[in-house]
């Protein structure tokens, strides 16, 4: 080694002078370039590692909005997002974005030299910077960490971000944050949304042609648009598609094919996949006065697969029911932790696209006699002694209800709708509960008095007035389904009802106060639980593996079929349906809680219990149900009733049918309408 050095320094010497102080410069401005380059090389670098690389799923001071279990739905702001995966985008919109884009994205390590390059010889040959040669990865970083302005510093930044965005992530990864991260105009982020806004339809169903006319306007979508500008829109389309016969993706007689043809447009102004859930989110995220980007990501209780499931659900639902409906008939979902008051499930209507207003949260209808067990929990509450009290069972004059008018006699129209043969004795209030009796719950009423149950019952969390007549106890007075569905969580939860139900989980709420006693809940929910034993719930039961579940359950239906329900739940959940119009409108000659508003319930309840509800336990719990069902049976299995004398007086006093006993055998009373 020695020798070797000593032989260099000879051969050195023996160079001439001026050859030797111009290696010995160029030496030293080695030296001095190769500190100069570590210097900003880790200047960069450390730069770089200050960002926050979550930040390139989330816009600059954007919040995102995840499911409960991490699955982002979309931007608490206005932002239109419509968050796509690999598998969701088609392999020729991913071909045509890597081939306008960045075609060497997978082999590059976040910059492309070449690319550099050439946008280098552009930018010193136009005196100024003209071209950028970003990749992909690059592309990735400016937008999410708001690189603005064109400059060398936030270039090199750019560069540095991208080498640690490609160190941390996949390629993968880095593709669908860009997919979902690039404007494409009109208020559009990502592939998702640019695809239903432009051509009204979901990413996976594009076509190669829409696929190109997408990639064309990633560089300035706004004048490029398809919509504003279709001309400069086709001639970037066709680029893309030549560039991607140049990559090898496509064939040349496929590119002419697609030249061919124009570009269909078909705006969709509403765009949104997960609008119920989406817009129900920022609305609570605006309520709580939060501010975008403060903090950056919240979660909410909803699960993205069960709203897609409900989606399908409702619809198919509907168009069974009604198949031939053009008055829009509508239905909502609402599924409540009864504990925390979360909101678990939620569909607002049919299609958000044709109508963005949410029942579920913000619709008010008449419960009918779906509202029954709330009456019933209220008064044994008010007064325990009428439990087991016994109450006339015989027709009532429509006077003391006025339903429908003034005139005539009470309908009895329970869940079913089915004519009535009253015993002309004695009925109990858990057996007029199960047979939903409008004329013992009216007389019950009266019993406890009108204005202390209104204002018990008004402590539920009932935010609409209750009609100050009789018809309040038969669910005549408007009122708001989510309140509804958190008033029958007091009946599973021993009588208190959940806290404030919500869809964010940063949300929190103080514990409710008792509104029923535990006994009379309990009462009510037992009486629930044999009523889900009823021959026309059957089937839609046993079809979901609910069947014979110790499940309370209620359905009820409004005096003109106007509206439908199926309220039921088991310790750890209460799930509500409401069938029926926006307007006044009645669903069907025969609709029933039964037929409109069950099977969709059913459907329901074991999506979210996995078919795996958690019953009560009540053996000998259930109230003594009379031998003979309550309602008139079909002539041929009708069983005769002797007529029994009442036990007390009608509590209303003076009762003209006091007298009067209905044979089963006789027609049924006239219902006032």
């Known amino acids: 080694m020695k020798l070797f050095l000593h032989k260099l320094r000879d051969r050195w010497r023996r160079l001439p002078t001026w050859l030797r102080r111009l290696g010995g410069t160029c030496a030293i401005v080695f030296i001095v370039g190769l500190i100069a380059f570590g210097i900003v090389w880790q200047h960069y670098a450390s730069l770089a590692a200050t960002y926050d690389m979550k930040a390139l799923a989330r816009g600059e001071n954007e919040t995102l909005i995840v499911d409960v279990r991490g699955e982002l739905i979309g931007s608490a702001s206005d932002i239109e997002r419509e968050p796509v995966t690999l598998k969701d985008v088609p392999p020729h919109l991913i071909q045509a974005i890597i081939a306008t884009e960045d075609a060497r994205f997978y082999s590059h390590p976040g910059y492309d030299l070449i690319g550099l390059t050439r946008a280098a010889v552009t930018n010193f040959t136009s005196r100024g910077i003209r071209q950028g040669g970003s990749t992909i990865t690059q592309q990735l970083a400016r937008n999410a960490f708001g690189l603005q302005g064109r400059s060398y510093e936030r270039k090199l930044t750019e560069i540095f971000l991208a080498m640690r965005t490609e160190r941390e992530h996949t390629k993968d990864q880095i593709l669908t944050d860009y997919l979902n991260r690039i404007y494409l105009g009109h208020g559009c982020i990502g592939v998702g949304a640019a695809a239903r806004c432009y051509f009204g339809k979901d990413v996976r169903d594009i076509t190669l042609i829409e696929a190109a006319t997408l990639a064309g306007i990633i560089k300035a979508p706004v004048a490029f648009s398809p919509i504003t500008q279709p001309k400069l829109a086709r001639q970037k389309r066709d680029l893309t598609l030549k560039r991607m016969v140049e990559t090898g993706v496509i064939t040349a007689a496929e590119a002419a094919a697609a030249i061919d043809q124009p570009i269909v447009v078909r705006h969709d102004k509403t765009r949104v996949r997960t609008g ?22 919240m979660s909410m209780t909803l699960r993205l697969d069960w709203q897609q499931r409900l989606d399908d659900m409702m619809r198919q639902h509907l168009d069974k029911l009604a198949p031939k409906d053009n008055n829009g008939l509508q239905g909502a979902v609402v599924v409540l932790d009864n504990h925390s008051g979360a909101i678990l499930a939620m569909q607002g209507g049919r299609d958000f696209t044709t109508s963005p207003f949410n029942r579920a949260l913000e619709g008010v209808r008449p419960p009918g006699t779906a509202f029954l067990p709330l009456v019933y929990a209220t008064a044994l509450t008010l007064q325990p002694d009428v439990t087991d009290a016994p109450m006339i069972d015989g027709p009532l004059d429509n006077k003391q209800a006025m339903i429908g008018g003034l005139v005539g006699t009470l309908g009895e129209w329970g869940a079913d709708g089915e004519p009535v043969t009253y015993t002309g004795g004695t009925i109990t209030p858990m057996q007029a509960l199960l047979e939903s009796r409008t004329a013992a719950t009216v007389r019950l009423g009266y019993q406890v008095g009108l204005d202390p149950l209104r204002t018990a019952i008004t402590r539920c969390g009932f935010s609409t007035p209750l009609r100050t007549e009789a ?10 389904l989510i309140e509804l569905a958190r008033a029958f969580t007091a009946i599973a939860n021993d009588g208190r009802p959940c806290p404030a139900p919500h869809l964010l989980l940063s949300s929190s709420s103080a514990r409710s106060e008792e509104v029923f006693t535990p006994a009379a809940a309990s009462h009510v929910r037992n009486t629930m639980i044999s009523g889900m034993t009823r021959p026309e719930y059957r089937k839609p039961l046993v079809e979901h593996k609910l069947a014979q579940k110790s499940i309370a359950g209620f ?39 039964a037929t409109a508003a069950l099977p969709l319930w059913a459907a329901v309840f074991e999506m979210v219990t996995a078919g795996q509800p958690k019953g009560w336990d009540v053996k000998g719990g259930l109230p003594k149900l009379l031998a003979v069902p309550l309602r008139a049976l079909p002539v041929e299995e009708e069983i005769r009733v002797p007529a029994i004398a009442p036990a007390a007086p009608v509590v ?14 006789a027609a049924p009373p006239s219902v006032a309408r």
């Open 276 to 297: 119920y859930m989406l817009a129900a989110a920022r609305s609570e995220f605006q309520r709580m006065g939060l501010k975008p980007g403060t903090p950056p990501t």
């Open 652 to 665: 209303l006093g003076h009762d003209p049918y006091q007298t009067q006993t209905a044979a089963p055998s």
């Open 555 to 593: 359905g009820g239906i409004t005096y003109d079929r106007t509206d439908a329900w199926f309220i039921g739940a088991d310790r750890g959940l209460t799930c509500l349906v409401w069938i029926g119009h926006d307007k006044d409108i009645p669903i069907s000659a025969k609709a029933t809680a």
């Open 471 to 480: 018809a309040f106890t038969l669910g005549l007075s408007n009122v708001r």
